[in-house]
């Protein structure tokens, strides 16, 4: 009598009975019955089935169920196709000697630029001396009273008139009245010289809430 077989991925039915193929790993599988009982296990190899059956008294063969398993779930082996003959490469074409490159007469050579001579008197970018480099003193002050303010501007005046002073101003903020004085020396000798100059009694420098002292780069 010819037996109904249905595998659903890993579960195995013959007849009214059905199996469960647990993978262990490496193509082996364990394989128990709908009591959870094992019955034993079988090993896949390419398509053939090595069956270690416990022969478990009212079970089917282990061997059975791996080859239900192993047709149900692993692709059928493709047909060898009949080998196909490559025809030979053909002979490679000898090559052909190229031509030599025509030759191109190279244009002629600028002519040298002539070096621009900086003006005299003019300020230097970037000099690398620091001795060198003007200098810059920025101070800020509290608004001042008219008197202060006059005397202030008499100091900036005669810092003018002073060697090596190329700038000598001031600024006011129209809404705090707080004042900004900037001055510039040619160098750091200039500068350092100005300890040393004494200006007269009607010309007097604001007292200062904060000074900078910067080098002058362009």
């Known amino acids: 009598m010819s037996r109904t077989t249905k595998v659903v991925r890993n579960r195995i039915y013959i007849d009214e009975r059905a199996y469960d193929a647990k993978v262990l790993g490496g193509g082996k599988f364990d394989v128990t019955n709908a009591a959870g009982v094992r019955i034993g296990s079988f090993q896949v190899r390419g398509r053939a089935v090595e069956a270690e059956d416990l022969e478990i008294e009212g079970a089917d063969s282990v061997e059975l169920i791996g080859v239900l398993w192993v047709r ?118 200039k500068f350092n010289a100005m300890r040393y100059a004494k200006p007269p009694a009607s010309a007097v420098q604001l007292p200062a809430l904060s000074v900078e002292i910067s080098e002058v780069f362009g």
Request: proline share 18%.
């Open 72 to 189: 149900e779930n692993l692709s059928p082996m493709p047909e060898a196709k009949p080998a196909i003959a490559i025809p030979p490469s053909p002979a490679p074409t000898p090559p052909v000697a190229a031509a030599p490159p025509a030759t191109i007469a190279a244009p002629p050579a600028p002519a040298p630029s002539k070096p621009q001579i900086q003006p005299a008197g003019a300020s230097t970018t970037g000099i690398a001396d620091p001795a060198l480099r003007p200098i810059c003193r920025v101070a800020t002050h509290a608004a001042p009273d008219a008197a202060s303010l006059q005397k202030a501007l008499g100091y900036q005046a005669w810092l003018r008139e002073q060697a090596g002073v190329t700038t000598a101003v001031l600024s006011r903020d129209p809404q705090s009245g707080k004042v900004m004085s900037i001055a510039i020396w040619e160098n750091r000798e």
